[in-house]
């Protein structure tokens, strides 16, 4: 054998030997002495039954150990409390433990440990951080039983009959801090009656938890609060929710806890319940920290679950029951929580049965589906909940709602969303108005941009109500499409836009205090109306609306057979506007009924000009048409036997440029031309034009009337006159006007032949005669062929009165002018002298009779009065001197 080999041979021996000796003698040394100095070099005490170190791998095998802090008030490290049974380590980093006061291992088996350890107390992060005293690869726990404490003896974690393997354990009071008490990279446990603190005010309890080839089941999970809810109002006034949550069975795998991260996959939750308690604490508007926690779900199922949500008071705020959802890749992380929904997500479906929310309105869900590309909801139903006047209750019923989504996103907490279409259908039930005054701008909100596409509702019956005059849609279908909604230039207010729409209604009606408005068929679009069989019907008596009215008011009775509109638009923007090219009323039938017996009304009455002038949207009507219609004007006083009437039949009217001067480049001039039979008897036709821009209202009117026999009139000057024409005919009658509302003038001519008049008593029954032959001896019976025109001049209007009111006062002056003559002044003084006249002669005429009967006489002076008596008899009827007047 050669040297050199013999020479290593003896080395190795040698250094086999010494490794052997140094092994006994660290063997001997760590049974003897390891206690001893881990006590004086560590802030432990530990004794064990049996210790086995290889000092070649670094494998270490103990059993029946005990362990303790050396102070237990030292709070500056992890105290360790209690016994294992066996101990084995793997590859004992020896030269840590000596000189840097460090166990560490590769692999760690602790068997049947029953321990306590409280964490130690949170280091200043400005001071340098201790390091911690273990540090394990790899570490497995059988049949353990742990309990760990916050440095404060609060109970943090805890667990019984736990079998764990984790890879990289790594647990410190910073990890609590992170919210995450233990993170590693991999795992496998089971345990029981596991319990965790989080904080003062929850607890999590589960009863037992198993994994099986990455599979995790933890059965009977629970979020308890720790405190009542008036202690929770109490010690946290300025919290705004405390909760309460189980979950008797969840599965999940590939759990992943890293620093501030938790990753899983395939998490399955059954049967959970959620109780969520409001304070009614406001939100502090200040932002609140983000916090560095983040959340990785890779799939999320929750089966069956349960969620109530209660008002301060108690009460149930919201509940839903078999809610079931399904959620794909599910992250919440620092940018997340800054959104309005603070989780992001890839894919989900959700649904739910007997939702029900209760607030000032009920509202209840029968079922729900959604996903983030399209929803359904079924039976849902709306009624009123606690009474508050002032804002809108809805009373609605509807089967099936159904809508599909282009996109919905958050930005910049900001709502983008895009709704490809919404179905509504069987919508049935009634919307209250509330008291408060609608906002003019509605404040943005959350909304960035909204877009719908299409909105339909179909067969549906809704009643609007407002300040009980209810609007009632039956068999209601309407469209809309390319609904707009974001914010205006200036950031503040919303803006809204509706680019096209289509709606049908049948049987529509609007009831107020006096009317039922009825629509037997309404189709409206952007460019088309048209309404059948539209009714205005008086919903009292005149004698009834008589005594409900303060001051003087029209009644209206309206029919039409169709009212038809073409053009264009807007009436749901901010910019709403009306052009339309022809508007055409076909069949009305219209009875306008006005009593004198309520006062006058003192406002001031616009002319129409400035009628049109205040419409505050741009309305512009090229052509308005009312065709075949019939027009009846009836009015009564206190003293007329029942109301005179006017009726104007085969009513047809043109109006040219109907607008409000809104429009620039569009002519402001209004042409109105009407052609019909006055009193179904003689032609009339009007022309009447005025500009709505200009601010001074003029206006112009004239007309025509012929062939008109003068008892036609009669049915409007009898009853409250008491007069009646008894013979003639207005041949031609002629007027042309000009004012503004100071009054107006003109010209007037009449044309008429063998004109009598037959003046009433105030029955309408017998002809007075002696007034009746004064009133025609001042009466023109005949004009002559060709009557001059007479000038109407210095008319003045009552501002209180309507236009026509002034207008008639015209046609007055223009008739006393023509009938009676144009010194109207003279000769009604000479009436008033002769019925003076009259007056005194009667008033004689009683004396006379009075003194005959006082006075005694002879049967000749007797005989004489007789002939007296019956001579002024003959000229004097008995008449008291009201019918005198």
Known sequence: MKKWVKRLLISFGILAGLLLVANFGLNFWLKTQLPEYIKKNTDYKVSYETLDVDLSTGNILATGISVNNKDPQNTAVIGLQGTVDTLKVSRFGIYDAIFNKTISSSDLLVAKPNLNIILAKPVNKKK?????????????????????FRHTKQKFISVQKLNLFVENLQMTEESVENKLPVVFDRYSIQGEKFFFRPDNVYAITINTINTADGQMSVENFKLIPLLSF????????????????????????????????????????ENPLLTVYNTGAKKEKKEEERSNFEVNLENIKLKNAVAQINKPDGNKLLSAANLNLNINKLVFNKETSKQIIPVGYNDFTFSGKDITYSDHQNINIGSIALKPTNGE??????????????????????NHIAFNINKLEFANKKLNLDIKDVLIENLNGTIKAGENKAKKNASPGIIQSVIVRKVSLRNSNIIYDKEKE???????????????????????????????????????????????????????????????????????SRAQFIKMIPVERDLYDLKAGQISAEGEWDLFSHNKFINASHVTIQSADANIFRSKIPKDDPKIKALYSKMLRSIKIPMNINNLDLKNSVLVYEEDTPESMGPGKLT???????????????????????????????????????NWNFD?????????????TSNLPANGINPFIRPYLHVTATAGTIQEMLFNFKGNPAGLHGTFNLKHKDLKIAVLNKHNHEKKGFLTAVANVFLKSNSGSFPESVTVENVERDPTK??????????????KKTLIGKNVEKTEAKVKNAV??????????KEIKQEIKDKKSSPNEQEENKEKKGFFNKIFKKKDDAEVK
């Open 836 to 845: 003076s006249t009259v007056k005194d002669m009667k008033q004689s005429v």
């Open 377 to 398: 909801i079924n039976n849902v139903s709306f009624t009123p909940g606690s009474p508050e006047s002032e804002k809108t209750t809805m009373n609605l019923k509807t």
């Open 230 to 269: 008036e202690q929770f109002k109490k010690y946290y006034p300025k919290k705004t929710q405390l909760f309460e949550f189980s979950i008797p069975k969840m599965d999940f795998k590939d759990v992943v806890l890293n620093k501030n991260k938790v990753a899983l996959a395939d998490a399955e939750f």
């Open 802 to 815: 309507s236009f026509f009111n002034l207008f008639w006062k015209g046609i007055e002056q223009g008739l």
């Open 128 to 148: 340098e951080k201790k390091k911690s005293p273990f540090l394990f690869e790899n570490i497995r726990i059988n049949d353990g039983e742990i309990a760990v």
């Open 470 to 540: 209810p609007l009632a849609f039956h068999d209601l279908n309407a469209t809309v499409n390319d609904i707009e909604i974001g914010t205006k230039p200036n950031g503040q207010n919303l803006s809204f836009k509706v680019k096209n729409y289509f709606l049908t209604t049948r049987n529509f009606a609007y009831k107020t205090q006096f009317y039922n408005i009825s629509v037997g068929l309404l189709k409206l679009n952007k460019n088309k109306v048209q309404i059948n069989n539209f009714g205005m019907k008086p919903l009292v």
């Open 648 to 686: 104007f039949s085969n009513f047809n009217m043109n109006v040219k440029n109907l607008n409000s001067a809104k429009t620039k480049g569009k002519p402001t001039k209004v042409d109105i031309k009407i052609n019909c039979s006055f009193m179904n008897l003689a032609p009339l036709s009007v």
């Open 692 to 704: 709505v821009a200009d601010q001074n209202d003029g206006f112009a009117i004239s007309g025509k």
